[in-house]
């Protein structure tokens, strides 16, 4: 994780003006402490590089300068976490990661604490302190901690993106004593785009482009996150090649574009990207999400599951790689390694949305209507205003019964934009079903105008069904030019052609006779 620090950081000067010999800082002098723990620290910093947690505590057991104690307590809890990972991965999976724990972290807990009551801790230390409170679930505690750290340290990008993960809503945001820097600006449009205050983290990335950013590419990649977001497809997809034009062998949110090649099914475009990231890379969690993607879309579906697996074994709280495996899960039918995997997302971060649906898909096809909608309720206060949480929702209340609520929900996302053009014709089927005729032919007549002034290519069932049941309304109604309009629309679709016709002949030989229908004529349709 310190190297995508550094990239970050990397990338941001990079993409500002070059300072003259004279402005630039000097680096901070040595303390006395420094100097007597330099040669530990550097033989330390060897076995750490290699990955030899303990080795390198060992070395650093007894330093007093505050770079070496926190190399020596961070080797302490990487080494428990490698231990957690190494016990689990061989014997039991991906899935059950989450159940082992990291059994040193009690202990850096009592010691940590002891430090920071004494003031002992920088910001680094005080970063470590919040990692460790926040793995045992004290997340009162963790966000104070990450506050301090930014306020000790306010260019560590690390504590602002733990913080961030900590923020639930916007009211948690306005209780935080942030420091007054240049750096908070950068977390604030991180927050609002994870909290899905899209408008609000547009402008606060383009304010970051005007003050002198304009060339980094991670506030490029984060605009087009945002838009992926907020599901402008077309935006989010010109944003990424520009991007990839621009740092051809970027491989971070790769897998966020290779989201949206899938959900345009842009198989050919997606190969390349999976064959690109192979080159630069295979064994990054974003390269082998962009191949299970690309074989999710070829419907090899035990293929994909294996290489979002293979992304958790490189990094078990990779959010992105735990719902697309429940994803997965769902499309072969395997429930419980689902919801399995639909929790551990949620365990990584209670915001993601996609997790909470898809737990309520997976009791939706276990039958098991109150559960989800219970999950439902939860993707749906993180997405306020995406029509596909309402219309499920009021699945949902359909199938409890709780009809008025279903009604309120289908409105509600007919209002807010259905990007699945399905909301009208659920609450004309719920009017239908409660013999409110007229308002179920509004709703009806509404889906037929949407259709036709989108020019959106829809089913022909439900384009049918509206134009069977307006044939029905307008007849009983003694409205014969309507009706006759109707049913010819209807002849135009298989399943209705003949019923068109028999109306329509029905039609005919009442105008012949001059006769006008009674209120209980017969009408099938």
């Excluded at 090649?241 to 997606?270: G, W």
């Excluded at 082998?288 to 294996?306: D, P, T």
């Excluded at 509004?442 to 036709?452: A, L, W």
């Excluded at 298989?494 to 002949?505: H, P, Q, S, Y």
Aim: charged share 25%; proline share 3%.
């Amino acid at each position: 994780m310190r190297f995508v620090w550094c990239s970050r950081s990397a990338e941001l000067a990079f993409s500002l003006p070059a300072l003259p010999l004279s402005e630039l800082q000097p680096p901070p002098p040595l303390t006395e402490e420094d100097a007597q723990d330099v040669d530990a620290y550097t033989l330390a910093k060897a076995y750490f590089d290699v990955k030899e947690y303990d080795r390198a505590a060992h070395f650093l057991h007894g330093c007093n300068s505050k770079k070496a104690y926190f190399l020596y307590m961070y080797s302490r809890y990487l080494s428990g976490e490698k231990k957690k990972d190494d016990e689990t991965v061989d014997s039991l999976g991906p899935l059950e990661k989450g159940q082992v724990k990291n059994e040193a972290l009690r202990e850096l807990r009592v010691e940590l604490s002891r430090k920071h009551q004494a003031r002992g801790l920088d910001g680094f230390g005080l970063y470590l302190y919040g990692v460790v409170l926040r793995k045992l679930d004290l997340v009162k505690e963790a966000i104070d901690v990450f506050v301090e750290a930014t306020h000790v340290l306010p260019l560590h990008w690390g504590a602002w993106l733990e913080l961030c993960n900590l923020i639930t809503d916007k009211e948690m945001l306005k209780f935080l004593s942030l420091p007054d820097t240049w750096m908070k600006e950068f977390f604030l449009a991180h927050i609002y785009t994870e909290l899905q205050l899209i408008e609000e983290a547009l402008q606060k990335y383009q304010h970051l482009i005007d003050v002198g950013f304009s060339k980094s590419s991670y506030i490029v990649s984060q605009i087009a996150v945002a838009y992926h977001n907020i599901r402008d497809i077309d935006k989010a997809l010109s944003i990424f090649n520009e991007l990839r034009k621009q740092d051809p062998y970027r491989i971070e949110n790769m897998d966020t574009f290779s989201n949206l090649l899938y959900v345009r099914s842009m198989k050919s475009e997606l190969s390349y990207l999976a064959h690109n990231l192979c080159e630069i890379d295979k064994y990054r969690v974003e390269t082998c999400c962009v191949i299970g993607n690309y074989y999710s879309l070829r419907s090899q579906h035990e293929k994909a599951a294996l290489y979002f697996q293979r992304a958790l074994k490189l990094n078990p709280r990779y959010l992105g790689a735990w719902t697309l495996m429940g994803h997965e899960y769902m499309e072969m039918k395997n429930t419980s390694a689902a919801i399995q995997a639909y929790r551990h997302a949620i365990e990584v971060n209670k915001r993601d949305y996609r997790a909470w649906y898809g737990l309520g898909q997976t009791y939706e096809i276990l039958k098991m209507p109150f559960y989800c909608l219970y999950y439902y309720r939860r993707a749906h206060q993180l997405r306020p205003n995406d029509s596909r949480m309402l219309v499920a929702l009021g699945e949902c209340y359909e199938k409890l019964n709780q009809l008025v609520e279903a009604k309120k929900c289908y409105w509600r996302a007919y209002a807010v934009g259905d990007v699945e053009k399905m909301a009208l014709v659920k609450l004309a089927k719920l009017h239908e079903q409660l013999t409110e005729s007229e308002q179920a032919a509004q709703c009806y007549i509404k889906y037929i105008q949407d259709i036709y002034s989108c020019g959106e290519t829809v089913e022909h069932l439900e384009e049918s069904t509206a134009f069977r049941y307006l044939a029905q309304y307008y007849f009983k109604c003694k409205l014969w030019d309507e009706a006759s309009t109707c049913a010819q629309k209807c002849c135009a679709f298989n399943d209705t052609r003949e019923e068109g016709k028999a109306l329509l002949r029905q039609i005919l030989q009442l105008r012949n006779q001059g006769e006008t229908p009674t209120s209980d004529t017969p009408v099938q349709l």
